[in-house]
T-cell receptor, first 112, second 115 residues
Framework: GEDVEQSLFLSVREGDSSVINCTYTDSSSTYLYWYKQEPGAGLQLLTYIFSNMDMKQDQRLTVLLNKKDKHLSLRIADTQTGDSAIYFCAEILMDSSYKLIFGSGTRLLVRP | DTEVTQTPKHLVMGMTNKKSLKCEQHMGHRAMYWYKQKAKKPPELMFVYSYEKLSINESVPSRFSPECPNSSLLNLHLHALQPEDSALYLC??????????????FGSGTQLSVL
């Protein structure tokens, strides 16, 4: 089957912006999500975007959606050391199951 | 209360043991999920309960047996596991379940080691 793809690793300096990218598979997905996982913890929903939008801003987070290219990105402004974590994008498969499928995850390391 | 609580946090079991993982939420959510997560991998869906009925079973081996006693509780019964079943087992809940804006709330997981 197809995979939801993300780059494995991103390292940024504290105070810089981070951009995490995701290529998803189902062009008819209604909602797309970004989750954060800190070490030893479960996943935390950060934000989501409805498929009829191309941008959503939520405080330091900006989500961009390019439906034509099936590309989703998460920009974190003024990145802090507490943002160091693994970030997963996720899409809803629009077959009969409506399963939520997670991307491979991007490990973000924020250097002081 | 916006928490999903999982117990135990850590579990070590032998291949002949029987154990259970427990999950609880009091947010009034109608869907509950079990995911399996191996190290450095994304979570993989195992089971979904929607309105207390099993709605998705991702061809999980029968040595994993889910149970949903009521809308707040979800169990995962384990029997005759293999070492490759060692993983972080995550429980999640959502307000309505698959097919809608499926915002999942996750517990912290049970780290399972099978010896």
């Amino acid at each position: 089957g197809e995979d939801v793809e993300q780059s494995l690793f991103l390292s940024v300096r504290e105070g810089d912006s981070s951009v995490i990218n995701c290529t998803y598979t189902d062009s008819s997905s209604t909602y797309l999500y970004w989750y954060k996982q800190e070490p030893g913890a479960g996943l935390q929903l950060l934000t989501y975007i409805f498929s009829n939008m191309d941008m959503k801003q939520d405080q330091r987070l900006t989500v961009l959606l390019n439906k034509k290219d099936k590309h989703l990105s998460l920009r974190i402004a003024d990145t802090q050391t507490g943002d160091s974590a693994i970030y997963f994008c996720a899409e809803i498969l629009m077959d009969s199951s409506y399963k939520l499928i997670f991307g491979s995850g991007t490990r973000l390391l924020v250097r002081p | 209360d916006t928490e999903v609580t999982q117990t135990p946090k850590h579990l070590v079991m032998g291949m002949t043991n029987k154990k259970s993982l427990k999950c609880e939420q009091h947010m009034g959510h109608r869907a509950m999920y079990w995911y399996k997560q191996k190290a450095k991998k994304p979570p993989e869906l195992m089971f979904v309960y929607s309105y207390e009925k099993l709605s998705i079973n991702e061809s999980v081996p029968s040595r994993f047996s889910p149970e949903c006693p009521n809308s707040s509780l979800l169990n995962l019964h384990l029997h005759a596991l293999q070492p490759e079943d060692s993983a972080l087992y995550l429980c999640a809940s959502s307000q309505e379940g698959p097919g809608r804006n499926e915002k999942l709330f996750f517990g912290s997981g049970t780290q399972l080691s099978v010896l």
